[in-house]
T-cell receptor, first 110, second 118 residues
Framework: QQPVQSPQAVILREGEDAVINCSSSKALYSVHWYRQKHGEAPVFLMILLKGGEQKGHDKISASFNEKKQQSSLYLTASQLSYSGTYFCGTESSNDYKLSFGAGTTVTVRA | DAGVIQSPRHEVTEMGQEVTLRCKPISGHNSLFWYRQTMMRGLELLIYFNNNVPIDDSGMPEDRFSAKMPNASFSTLKIQPSEPRDSAVYFC????????????????FGDGTRLSIL
């Protein structure tokens, strides 16, 4: 079953922050985050494996609350290059399969 | 290193024709995934292989779709006969999956095949 992402879209000015949420109705084994620019392939950002784990990639970080079956992606001091659609992919059992959310479109303006 | 290579990049064909999409995964990766992306349904997993063996094809829409992985460096997704509703971007992705490790490695996506069925 697809995870639910929110918000669907967000518009930012350079330097602003944003949070993207990903919720699942199933217990999660891992959460993956990807970014896709228009007309391109999804590009891997990070994987979170354990409850409460946090990771960072430049000024993009994420957390994973295993008990709440949720993950959040944090965009800090956004840059123009952060524009794109962000997808979370969730694995609900140890079987390599990912279910992707509908995506959150981020637009960063100068 | 070369990434995941898909061909063709674009395919336009008429309804009823056979369509074959090709994928070369990253060398050393043992898991391969075929996805379909549309505005309406988002990114859907169609089928995935582990060590060249199809593990889960529950996402394949119907019997018109078939996929093969004859060796570690090549996979095909075939649609026969094709229909307009098959129009989408089809992505192939690969990763390395250790035993019992689940998805703890990133999936690397190819550039996709944009398929249009007229």
């Amino acid at each position: 079953q697809q995870p639910v992402q929110s918000p669907q879209a967000v518009i930012l000015r350079e330097g602003e922050d944003a949070v993207i949420n990903c919720s699942s109705s199933k217990a999660l084994y891992s959460v993956h985050w990807y970014r896709q620019k228009h007309g391109e392939a999804p590009v891997f950002l990070m994987i979170l494996l354990k409850g409460g784990e946090q990771k960072g990639h430049d000024k993009i970080s994420a957390s994973f609350n295993e008990k709440k079956q949720q993950s959040s992606l944090y965009l800090t001091a956004s840059q123009l290059s952060y524009s794109g659609t962000y997808f979370c992919g969730t694995e609900s059992s140890n079987d390599y399969k990912l279910s992707f959310g509908a995506g959150t479109t981020v637009t960063v303006r100068a | 290193d070369a990434g995941v290579i898909q061909s063709p990049r674009h395919e336009v064909t008429e309804m009823g024709q056979e369509v074959t999409l090709r994928c070369k995964p990253i060398s050393g990766h043992n898991s391969l995934f075929w996805y379909r992306q549309t505005m309406m349904r988002g990114l859907e997993l169609l089928i995935y292989f582990n060590n060249n063996v199809p593990i889960d094809d529950s996402g394949m829409p119907e019997d018109r779709f078939s996929a093969k992985m004859p060796n570690a460096s090549f996979s095909t997704l075939k649609i026969q006969p094709s229909e307009p509703r098959d129009s989408a971007v089809y992505f192939c992705a690969s990763s390395f999956s250790g035993p019992g490790q689940g998805s703890n490695q990133p999936q690397h996506f190819g550039d996709g095949t944009r398929l249009s069925i007229l």
